[in-house]
Nanobody, 118 residues
């Protein structure tokens, strides 16, 4: 079994910061790529950032320079540091994993709400 559990969401004012955490359990083969997605009301789920086991990262244009994704492979944890938050960042954020040899994220956490409002 693979389990992903997000935490760290909450309410923050524009310009503020939050750090999301994802605790992963299961086979390490399931965690070749760890990613963060978000879904706002009325919008499709979008990829925010991902990090591969090698440390390679990529970010959506909308969050470049503001968000940083990192991982601790020994602890099976993934972090998303979010700085200079904007109201348009408001969404439910999901942790996902892509096993080695797959092209899609197949495991998901339950999501954590991030609300950016004054």
């Amino acid at each position: 079994q693979v389990h992903l559990v997000e935490s760290g969401g909450g309410l923050v004012q524009p310009g503020g910061s939050l750090r999301l955490s994802c605790a992963a359990s299961g086979s390490t083969f399931s965690f070749y790529v760890m990613g963060w997605h978000r879904q706002a009301p009325g919008k499709q789920r979008e990829l925010v950032a991902f990090i591969a086991e090698t440390g390679f990262t990529n970010y959506a244009d909308s969050v470049k320079g503001r968000f940083t994704v990192s991982r601790d492979n020994a602890k099976n944890t993934v972090l998303l540091q979010m700085n200079n938050l904007k109201p348009e960042d408001t969404a439910v954020y999901y942790c996902g994993s892509r096993p080695l040899g797959t092209s899609e994220f197949v495991y998901w956490g339950q999501g954590t709400q991030v609300t950016v409002s004054s």
